[in-house]
């Protein structure tokens, strides 16, 4: 994904990008997160609760696990997260990134829905840029025209350390701005 930029990278996003395609890598994070959810997003809270989607609460200091698979039969990257929540039971939240060309990549999450993006390395920073939305149907992937509605995502991770990170993540909607923001230190 960042092709010539790699080697500009430091050190602890060279290990949290590890995994290499088509094998059996294995990578574990952990840290806390800071969730918020917006009012308006917390009406269809249950919906989204059962789509195993971004988790539709506001929370700080979650204790989260993040593990990064490999797969040896493609090169798709897949997340598993568990947010142990105080208030809720603990919460799994699950996506694949595959390669599109380049540095396209589609985020797939539960219901085909996907998340069209570009990766970059600027201003010191990992940058994940809205490229829209896609429903994802084995390798077709057509276009969903509902940013409006769903609302644009944006995220960064930066060093803190050779061995820590940290990533802020929201995804912006036009009516009420942030509707659910994410910040975790790993």
């Known amino acids: ?20 395609p088509y094998s059996n890598d294995h990578t ?32 700080t200091d979650v204790p989260i696990t993040v593990d990064f698979h490999s797969s040896p039969d493609n090169n798709h990257f897949r997340f598993e997260r568990l947010f142990r929540f105080r208030e809720k039971p603990h919460y799994r939240f699950s996506s694949v990134m595959e ?28 940058k994940l840029k809205h490229q829209g939305y896609v429903i994802c149907l084995g390798k077709l992937k057509i276009p969903l025209p509902v940013s409006w509605l769903i609302g644009k995502g944006y995220a960064e991770e930066w ?27 790993s």
């Open 28 to 59: 574990q994070v952990t840290g806390t997160i800071n969730v918020w959810c917006a009012r308006p997003l917390k009406l269809c809270a249950q919906i989204l609760w059962r789509l195993k989607s971004i988790p539709p609460h506001s929370e």
């Open 99 to 126: 390669p599109i060309k380049d540095d396209l990549v589609v985020e797939r999450m539960s219901g085909h829905i996907g998340w069209l993006l570009r990766y970059s390395w600027e201003d010191q920073k990992v």
């Open 159 to 185: 060093a803190l350390d050779e061995n820590r990170f940290a990533m802020c993540m929201h995804i912006s909607h036009p009516w009420w701005g942030n509707s659910i923001s994410m910040m975790v230190s």
């Open 1 to 20: 994904m960042f092709d010539r930029q790699w080697p500009l990278l430091p050190a602890v996003m060279h290990k949290h990008y590890l995994n290499r």
